[in-house]
């Protein structure tokens, strides 16, 4: 890809980004693009109001502040939470997704997902603060709630 006047351009594949593979007794060509993907590192969030988020995210989901990363060297108010190894960047600019109308059950809106190891213990914490959440639709132990911005966030619980 390459960036021409400000718009990002796919480039065509070249044959040298190319490898034959056997399958089955058929070939198929394979894309080598190997950069090194390690995980995800954060997943930025909108908020209206970074206190009122903040209380949301700290004081219902007891996510910590990342004190290591930059506050004060972006053009706008944020917090980065720690979420495991990785991150939430919240970020106090306008949100341009409309905040009403959108889907009652969050697992069909965007959402970030974050594992968790019991959900029934969040859905006593979402009750006791009075928060509405829905359980997944498939019946795996799931939980979706939004936060006070309508960003849908998805809990599920994995093993170990």
Same mark, same amino acid.
């Given at each position: 890809?390459?960036?021409?006047?400000?718009?990002?351009?796919?480039?065509?594949?070249?044959?040298?980004?190319?490898?034959?593979?056997?399958?089955?007794?058929?070939?198929?060509?394979?894309?080598?693009?190997?950069?090194?993907?390690?995980?995800?590192?954060?997943?930025?969030?909108?908020?209206?109001?970074?206190?009122?988020?903040?209380?949301?995210?700290?004081?219902?989901?007891?996510?910590?502040?990342?004190?290591?990363?930059?506050?004060?060297?972006?053009?706008?108010?944020?917090?980065?939470?720690?979420?495991?190894?990785?991150?939430?960047?919240?970020?106090?600019?306008?949100?341009?997704?409309?905040? /009403? *109308? !959108? &889907?009652?059950?969050?697992? +069909? @809106?965007?959402?970030?997902?974050?594992?968790?190891?019991?959900?029934?213990?969040?859905?006593?914490?979402?009750?006791?603060?009075?928060?509405?959440?829905?359980?997944?639709? /498939? *019946? !795996? &132990?799931?939980?979706?709630? +939004? @936060?006070?911005?309508?960003?849908?966030?998805?809990?599920?619980?994995?093993?170990?």
């Amino acid at each position: 890809m390459s960036v021409e006047g400000g718009i990002l351009k796919k480039e065509p594949i070249r044959d040298s980004d190319k490898i034959e593979t056997a399958t089955n007794g058929k070939h198929n060509i394979k894309e080598i693009r190997d950069y090194g993907v390690v995980s995800v590192h954060h997943v930025g969030i909108l908020c209206e109001n970074l206190e009122r988020s903040l209380e949301f995210y700290q004081n219902i989901l007891g996510l910590e502040i990342n004190e290591a990363r930059p506050h004060d060297k972006l053009p706008y108010r944020g917090a980065w939470l720690w979420v495991g190894a990785e991150m939430i960047h919240l970020m106090e600019l306008p949100n341009p997704d409309p905040l /009403s *109308g !959108r &889907p009652e059950h969050g697992g +069909r @809106d965007r959402h970030t997902c974050i594992a968790i190891r019991d959900v029934s213990k969040l859905k006593m914490i979402l009750d006791k603060a009075g928060i509405s959440y829905t359980l997944s639709k /498939s *019946g !795996r &132990p799931a939980i979706f709630t +939004r @936060d006070p911005d309508a960003n849908a966030l998805e809990f599920t619980q994995v093993d170990g």
